[in-house]
């Protein structure tokens, strides 16, 4: 799907991403006297003007709450909340907007199919299949269900370059099996899943698989028509949009036969004492007032990344990745954690004699942000004997020279540490 909407200068057979940057306000910014290097992206992506214009334009100009109001404000914020799932819905490939749950982020998309979906039909002995590249936030949730049910977490291992083991995965995949949780692009790692794989597996077992797309919605297409996937988790902060929402598809006969997540207004048709009617999808699932500015600025968001073309952009990130890679592979000492053949956007590795803390305390000092520490994926850092890694992550607005700036900040930080 190619388009330009409301975008000017956006062309999706031309990806440009120089120009690009220039949407992005904050890139202009200077940090500790420098202009800012931004390779911290899978923490979290910078905005650019669209969105924030976006955000700004509802709360100046039509702030109201959603779905209640009679009058014209209401009305138009009802309007845009309702386009912005409709944008979603295009953008994942859903059958319907209905199939399209706003939720506070992927981690709270997860904890929503823990409790609804997985918990009534855990019996003791049961099990819930994730991997070992999982992020905490697709760990804790079925770890917590698994405490309330008697089932039991099982884990297909990931191999020394960090790809999923497809064979013990086969193995794993038993009668008991419940549901099938893998992230689609490892944020620690890099590594993406062959998640249509996987699905086609586990449906051959009728098992449902729920996949954490946080990493891979703003790097790579997803289409969960094509995929089959019977979940899809995202965050709105992973793919310019604002922090604080997210999305999750399900397929409708999974959300209509699961009961309400939390009660409150909005998730019902009808309140007495004595018996509470739910409303339809996807509003079952959205109680209380939501965050109408961060639905509508996610829906601005998708569509920026449609604009601007999500094939165009992954394949300059693909070739930025490897240029990256290429460089880092010759500074003595660096080892690369995460060297799947298939990856996305992430550069983990740790350096000789340097703690991961240094390396990105020392980059800050030259106004290049990257990320240190475990990377909320412990058990990978067990895996690959590690405490933490340095990361830098990118995003479609970085160039040759942002990795060149790094390369030349880590050939610093070496020769420091001498
Ligand atoms: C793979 C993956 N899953 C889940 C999450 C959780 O996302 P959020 O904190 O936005 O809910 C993250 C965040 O880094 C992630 O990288």
């Not at 334009?57 to 309007?79: E, F, I, K, P």
Request: aromatic share 8%; hydrophobic share 45%; net charge negative.
């Amino acid at each position: 799907m190619k388009m330009e909407r409301d975008i000017p200068g956006l062309r999706a057979d031309a990806f440009d991403a120089p120009a690009r940057r220039g949407d992005f306000p904050i890139l202009r910014e200077r940090v500790n006297g420098h202009p800012l290097v931004y390779l911290d992206n899978a923490a979290t992506t910078q905005k650019p003007q669209c969105v924030i214009d976006v955000l700004t334009g509802y709360y100046a100009g039509y702030n109201a709450n959603v779905h209640r109001g009679v009058h014209t404000l209401s009305q138009r914020a009802t309007d845009a909340y309702e386009a912005a799932r409709g944008h979603v819905a295009r953008f994942l490939n859903a059958a319907s907007p209905a199939e399209i749950v706003y939720t506070r982020g992927t981690t709270d998309a997860i904890n929503l199919v823990a409790q609804s979906f997985a918990r009534p039909r855990l019996a003791a002995g049961d099990e819930i299949l994730i991997s070992a590249m999982e992020h905490h936030s697709n760990i804790v949730p079925w770890q917590l269900v698994c405490g309330q049910t008697g089932a039991l977490l099982k884990v297909v291992p990931i191999d020394d370059a960090g790809e999923f083991v497809f064979e013990a995965y086969e193995r794993l995949l038993g009668p008991r099996t419940k549901l099938v949780a893998v992230t689609h692009v490892s944020n620690a790692l890099g590594s993406v899943t062959p998640i249509a794989r996987i699905v086609a597996t586990a449906h051959a077992a009728n098992v449902p698989v729920l996949v954490d797309g946080a990493q891979a919605v703003s790097h790579l297409p997803v289409d969960v028509a094509g995929l089959d996937c019977d979940f899809y988790a995202f965050s709105g902060h992973k793919i310019f949009g604002p922090t604080g929402i997210g999305a999750l598809y399900g397929k409708t006969a999974h959300l209509e036969a699961m009961p309400p997540y939390q009660g409150g207004g909005d998730m019902i048709r009808s309140v007495t004492f004595e018996k509470t009617e739910y409303n339809d999808l996807p509003y079952k699932f959205e109680a209380g007032t939501p965050n109408i500015a961060g639905a509508i600025g996610m829906g601005a968001a998708v569509e920026y990344v449609v604009a601007a073309g999500i094939d165009a952009i992954s394949a300059h990130e693909r070739e930025l990745l490897a240029y990256a890679t290429a460089q880092v592979r010759a500074i003595p000492g660096l080892r690369i954690i995460g060297t799947a053949k298939e990856k996305a956007g992430i550069l983990s590795f740790t350096l000789d004699g340097v703690h991961a803390h240094d390396v990105g305390t020392i980059l800050d000092h030259e106004g290049i942000a990257i990320r240190a520490g475990h990377h909320c994926a412990m058990p990978v850092m067990a895996q690959f004997g590690v405490a933490g890694t340095a990361r830098a992550s990118l995003a479609l607005y970085n160039t040759r020279e942002d990795v060149d700036a790094l390369v030349a900040g880590l050939h610093r930080v070496q020769r420091m540490f001498r």
